[in-house]
């Protein structure tokens, strides 16, 4: 059985602070495959990298991602609030991001490239944008083989189906969401390639549906290496984890 790859959620982000270039290059230094990250737009419609809708949690500022330019963005310091070890670190642009990884994205040798989740943040009914600009993005900088799409969204992924088809989708889901949110008819809007199941939700007769259905089966967040040993027996294809090189550890 082919061992699942190992994503990094927000990089690293156990140890240094997440979705910053600090924990996508560590995550690459303790052995993991790839990387999983959020985008969303700023107020002047540029996809930067950030998990929550506003910057509080994460920066030294305040104020919705949505409001705030990425020039504004780009003074806050996105560091401090994990350690002192990482002040002065930024919030990336998703270009930023894959300027900074082109050494993993495209490495030389026996190296296995980096694989990117990028999970689409988004809520809305009619779309800001982001689909938009973070799949020009992606096109730009000619690494559609090494993206992932996801989202909890149904609808974010149509409409970045209908811009480009040939990036596969993910669609996330956990049990906390409506019925009508987790069956057929958001598979039947996304044609997605992957489910992306909170880690719970698996189990043996979930993966032989998944098989039935020719889904790739990736599963978020794991950092229990008992847990990450049963789903990788269980034949699931990712393991999305806050400690790659913990979860690294369990499945050698």
Known sequence: ?????????????????????????????????????????????????????????????????????????????????????????????????????SDWLNPMGRVRPCLINVELKTERVRTDGLEQQTLNAISRYAIQHRILLSSFSPLALHRAKKINPRIPRGFLYD?????????????YWTAPQAMHPEYTMIDARYMEWA???????????????????????LGVNAIITNKPDVIRGALK
């Open 211 to 233: 098989r039935q259905k020719k889904l790739l089966v990736n599963t978020w967040t794991v950092d229990d290496p008992d847990q990450a040993r049963r789903l990788a027996q």
């Open 175 to 187: 049990q906390t969401m409506p019925f009508y949110l987790r069956n057929a008819l958001p598979r």
């Open 1 to 101: 059985m082919t061992p699942p790859l190992i994503l990094a959620h927000r990089g690293a982000s156990a140890y240094a602070p997440e979705n910053t270039i600090a924990a996508f290059r560590l995550a690459h230094e303790l052995g993991a495959d790839g990387i999983e990250l959020d985008v969303q737009l700023t107020r002047d419609k540029i996809p930067i990298v950030i998990h929550d809708d506003t910057v509080d949690r994460t920066t030294d500022g305040t104020g919705r991602v949505s409001e705030l330019t990425v020039g504004e963005i780009a003074q806050l310091d996105a560091g401090t609030w994990k350690t002192e070890d990482y002040r002065g670190e930024k919030i990336p642009t998703l270009a930023q991001v894959f300027e900074e990884l």
